[in-house]
């Protein structure tokens, strides 16, 4: 084909579908070139493959093109965050902790006296446990669920995980209130 036509012809099949991979077959390197300026210019994702002398340029429309993030990275951000959200929560019961370690394993509660100074800061800790956990299910809803390809075990189990994590951590800043009933007075 002349040199501006393959350029024309894929803009026109890329106008005509919304979404999609489209293969442009191509021999000559000043069409390969151009078309793939043109894929550039336009913003959109291709690669190309040699097949004998000719060319294929997939170009991709329509869907979010990226790199996921390292595993190794989301898998460190993760549980640093559930570690962060269970000491502020254990922080945040820092009050009641000691009468419960003593009734539940006989812990002397003088033993836990320097958690003591701690106390004035437990709706600090609370709220801070809180915001952890808020971003951890924002990311999930807004980031992890959305993903196309799920790899990697921590973005394959990352809910099971958060949801534990949510339910020790909400024990953890509400059994003050709920141990009476299993205790008694």
Known sequence: MACPEPVIRTKD???DIDEGILDVWLNSYSSIQNVKRFATKEGLYHTEKKVGKTTIISIVKGYECGLP?????EERSFWALIAGAVVTAILASTCCIAPLMFLLFG????????L???APYHWLFVALAVAILSYLWYHYFTVIRKRIVCEGWICKYYLTYLSIGTIFIALLLSYQYWIVYFLGD
């Open 69 to 73: 993030e390292p595993e190794e990275k």
């Open 116 to 118: 003591k100074p701690l």
């Open 107 to 114: 812990i002397s509660a003088s033993s836990l006296s320097f």
């Open 13 to 15: 099949a890329l106008e």
